[in-house]
């Protein structure tokens, strides 16, 4: 059974939103900071934002003040809101623990914004 599944992903036009989903199991959310990560074609994965259990966030320079991450712990899902897309967002976005404690990563949603 797969532990994260990503959904949500598009084509969006620059400087438009997009709101991305992960569904985590219930074993591993309810003790896990989770994170929202993405790769780019041609380059390392790197990540996104974060949220710890009791929801402080990070977030990496390139997105803040742009994305926005939200959990829900009764449902065990972590949300990822992106506003003010840019072309360099385009990539595959995943969900999982925070390094070095990853899991096994789902298939991502891939995120393209293009005009």
């Known amino acids: 059974q797969a532990q994260f599944v990503e959904s949500g992903g598009g084509l969006v036009q620059p400087g438009g939103s997009l709101r991305l989903f992960c569904a985590a199991s219930?074993?591993?959310?309810?003790?896990?900071?989770m994170g929202w990560y993405r790769q780019a074609p041609g380059k390392q994965r790197e990540l996104v934002a974060l949220?710890?259990?009791?929801?402080?966030?990070n977030y990496a320079d390139s997105v803040k003040g742009r994305f926005t991450i939200s959990r829900d712990n009764a449902e065990n899902t972590v949300d990822l809101q992106m506003n003010s897309l840019k072309p360099e967002d385009t990539a595959v976005y995943y969900c999982?623990?925070?390094?070095?404690?990853?899991?096994?990563w789902g298939q991502g949603t891939q995120v393209t914004v293009s005009s």
């Open positions: 999982n623990t925070p390094a070095p404690s990853f899991r096994p």
């Open positions: 219930r074993s591993i959310f309810r003790i896990y900071s």
């Open positions: 949220i710890s259990t009791i929801g402080n966030k």
